[in-house]
Structure formats: C-alpha cells, structure tokens
C-alpha cells in the first residue's frame, strides 16, 4: 500500500511541475533527448551495448530487493556503487577516447543530406553482406585454399570495426575474388595481416587485429586462427581464415571455431550468421570448436 502512496505522490508532483513549465524546461528536455539518443546510438555500435544491458538486468535485480527489502543486497550495493562507475571508465576507455574524437570531427548538427551525426549504425535496409559479396569471398577462399595461400578476412556487423581498421591501410574497395587473391597473394606488401570488409566494400588491409588469451584452444592453430577467435570475443564480426599449412578454411563468430568447410558449407554459413538466413548463430555441433580443437588447421 505505501507503494501505491509513493507513486501518487511521484504523479501529484509530476502535475504540479507541468503546470509550472516554461519553455526554458522544454528545451532541455528536448537536448536532454538528444543526447541520450546520441549515446544509445554510439553504444549500439560498441561493446559498451553489451554491457549496458547487463547493468539492466542488475538494474532490474535491485528494484527487486529494494521491493522486498532486502537490506543486505541493498548495502552491498550501496557499497560496490562508489567504485563500479571508475570501473566502467577504465574497460570502455578506448571506446569513449573514440567518441571523444568523432565529436572533435563531426558537426554538431544535421547536415543537407538529412544525416544525424554520431549515428554510425547502418540503415536497416542496408544488408551487411550481399548475395554478391558472400560468392565472392567464398570463390576467393577456395581458390586460396587449394593455392595453400593464408588469408584473414573480417567482416563487419552490427560493432564498428573502424579502431581496427585504422591499424591497416585503407583500401576502399567492391569486394572481388580477385582483389581478395591479390591481397593475400605471398611476398605482396599487403599479404601480411587481416582484411576488413564493411559495407560489402574492402575497408582496410594489413590491420592488426587481438589475440585471444583462451588457454583452451588447441597448440596446432597458429596466430590467423588465433586472431579470428580474438576479435569474435570482442565484436560481433565474422572472420574467415585460409589456413597456410593446410588450405582449410575455418570461421570464427561469438569466439567459437568452426573448421574444415568446403565453399558450399562456407557460404552457407555466412547467410546465416550474417545475412541472419537460418539461426544466427553457428548450429552447435561436429566442426564447431569451443576452446579445444583436435584437428591440424
């Protein structure tokens, strides 16, 4: 019951308010919209999206024991409260150093094309990969394959890339078999690193990309396995890798291998995981490695 009282009290004077506002109030909700909007938008395209949700679900957990009243949960709350926004700072500080300096670059306000700022996310109607592109990256994958020529492809989603790419050499290019070949072809100033593809446009060359730290993984995957995995834990991106020793082509997506794909199953996957065609994600099962692989890459 006194819960019920609270809330009229919060309605009563949220009425008394209304009736007080002047157009001072309005513009600052409207700013206040705004920004909030801008900041979801940003987060949407990191891995900061992730962790907001999480903290929604803590959220949510502590509106639960403020209602039943649990008083040690509450003071443990209180007390984890005073240091977890320094926290928040330091894991997403390459994120927010990014957002400092797309709004050094940007305009602040809408330009003649109709376009917001900050508002990297593709449109809805944009697919992230083509019918076209998959063909091509999965004739440009086989053909590596049986040449023993290695490769490291990424593909972007729904998380920007562009810290990533930044790390390469721009290249801004339609994804062909061809320009993949050349790319990757040995003793090429290119060959050596990864390939970000973004937009159904090759982005970058030559880009450095995390190693994952799972201890799991089998000893046989060398550093291209490794990366793929690497960069699938901390985006969403799907990675393709050509192995050099071998010519066996693996994807790594949600920091899960899957290995040995032929160019049939290889662009079967990429409908699903990307263009969202099936499950999105890989079907658990033979093929798929999750920390341990006995086969030789």
């Not at 949220?14 to 801008?38: C, H, P, Q, R």
Request: proline share 2%.
């Amino acid at each position: 019951m006194q819960y019920l009282e609270r809330l009229q009290g919060y309605l009563n004077s949220f009425k008394t308010y209304s009736t007080n506002m002047v157009w001072g109030d309005l513009i600052e909700i409207f700013i206040i919209a705004i920004l909030v909007y801008y900041i979801l938008a940003w987060m949407k395209t990191t891995r900061a999206w992730a962790l907001l949700k999480g903290l929604i679900v803590i959220g949510g957990f502590m509106v639960i024991a403020v209602i039943m009243e649990m008083k040690t949960i509450l003071w443990i709350g209180e007390k984890v409260l005073g240091f977890a926004v320094i926290a928040l700072i330091i894991v997403l500080q390459p994120e927010l150093r990014k957002a400092l300096e797309e709004l050094g670059n940007k305009n602040l306000f809408w330009d003649f094309t109709g376009k917001l700022p900050f508002d990297s996310r593709k449109r809805v109607d944009e697919s992230v990969l083509s019918e076209r592109s998959i063909n091509e990256i999965a004739k440009a994958c086989t053909e590596m394959g049986r040449a023993r020529t290695g490769a490291l492809i990424v593909i972007e989603r729904s998380e920007s890339l562009r810290e990533y790419a930044r790390t390469g050499i721009d290249v801004d290019a339609v994804v062909t078999s061809q320009l993949l070949i050349n790319i990757f072809e040995k003793n090429t100033p290119l060959h050596d690193g990864a390939v970000i593809i973004s937009e159904n446009r090759v982005a970058a060359a030559t880009c450095y990309l995390p190693l994952t730290d799972n201890l799991n993984l089998s000893k046989d995957l060398g550093t291209r396995h490794r990366a793929a995995v690497g960069i699938s834990e901390v985006t969403d991106s799907l990675t393709i890798v050509v192995s050099e020793e071998t010519g066996r082509i693996s994807i790594a997506s949600g920091g899960e291998l899957t290995r040995n794909l032929d160019q049939e199953k290889l662009r079967t996957m990429m409908r699903r995981i990307v263009m969202k065609v099936g499950d999105d994600q890989p079907a658990k099962g033979r093929g798929i490695f999750k920390g341990r692989s006995r086969e030789k890459a």
